[in-house]
C-alpha cells in the first residue's frame, strides 16, 4: 500500500524545480531546537507518539510524506518575506510537521495528549520545489536552498515565508534513492 503524499498538482516542471499548487491541508506540528538531524529526529518522535495513539481517543493514524521540517522565522520577523531566505539563520529552533491524511478535518482527528504536538490547518498554496536525492546534510540542504531561490528569481516568483525541507524516506533507504525536497511558499 503506497503511502499517502499531500495532493498538487504540477504547474511547472524544469527538472530538478517545479511549481506546485497544492490543496488544503492539516499539519500536525512540533517546536524543535537543535541543528537540523537532532530537530529533525525529536520533531518526528513526538508526532510520531501521536499518529501511533498518543491522543484522546488512542486512535491510530496513517503515516503520509514527506515530513517537514522548517527553521522557525524570529519572533519580530513579517512572514511575508522576499528571497533569498537564509535556512541557517534563527538559533537552531525548528518546526517539523507531517501532513494528516486527506481523509480527517480539523473536527474529526483526535486531540494529541502531547502538549508539545499541535494541528493546524493551512489553506491551498503555490510552492516552487527543488527535488533531490542523496543524504541531506545542512550543507546540502542550504545549498539546494540558494539553488531553488536562484531558479525563483529567474521565474520572478516570490517567496513568502521560510524554507521547507522534506524527506519522504526512512533513514535506512539507501542513499541514491532517497527523495527529498526543499520547497518555498510563493506568492500566488
Known amino acids: 500500500m503506497a503511502i499517502e503524499e499531500p495532493k498538487f498538482s504540477v504547474l511547472e516542471k524544469n ?3 517545479e511549481l506546485r499548487s497544492y490543496a488544503p491541508m492539516i499539519l500536525a506540528e512540533a517546536q524543535t531546537e537543535g541543528d537540523l538531524d537532532e530537530a529533525s529526529s525529536q520533531g518526528f518522535r513526538l508526532i510520531a507518539g501521536y499518529i501511533f495513539g498518543q491522543n484522546q481517543v488512542s486512535e491510530k493514524i496513517a503515516m503520509t510524506v514527506p515530513v517537514a521540517v522548517e527553521e522557525q522565522a524570529p519572533k519580530s520577523a ?9 535556512i541557517e539563520s534563527n538559533a537552531g529552533k525548528w518546526t517539523v510537521s507531517f501532513v494528516m491524511p486527506s481523509e480527517y478535518t480539523m473536527e474529526s482527528l ?5 502538549p508539545r504536538v499541535q494541528l493546524r490547518q ?6 516552487a520545489v527543488i527535488v533531490f536525492t542523496g543524504f541531506n546534510s545542512e550543507n546540502k540542504v542550504a545549498e539546494k536552498t540558494l539553488e531553488l531561490e536562484e531558479w525563483m528569481r529567474s521565474k520572478n516568483l516570490q517567496a513568502v515565508g521560510v524554507p521547507r525541507f522534506a ?3 526512512p533513514p535506512w533507504s539507501i542513499p541514491f534513492m532517497r527523495r527529498n525536497e526543499i520547497m518555498i511558499d510563493v506568492r500566488d
Open 122 to 127: 493551512i489553506p491551498a498554496v503555490k510552492r
Open 78 to 86: 513579517k512572514i511575508a518575506m522576499t528571497a533569498p531566505v537564509n
Open 110 to 114: 483526535p486531540k494529541p495528549l502531547n
Open 167 to 169: 524527506r519522504y524516506n
Open 15 to 17: 527538472p530538478p524545480f
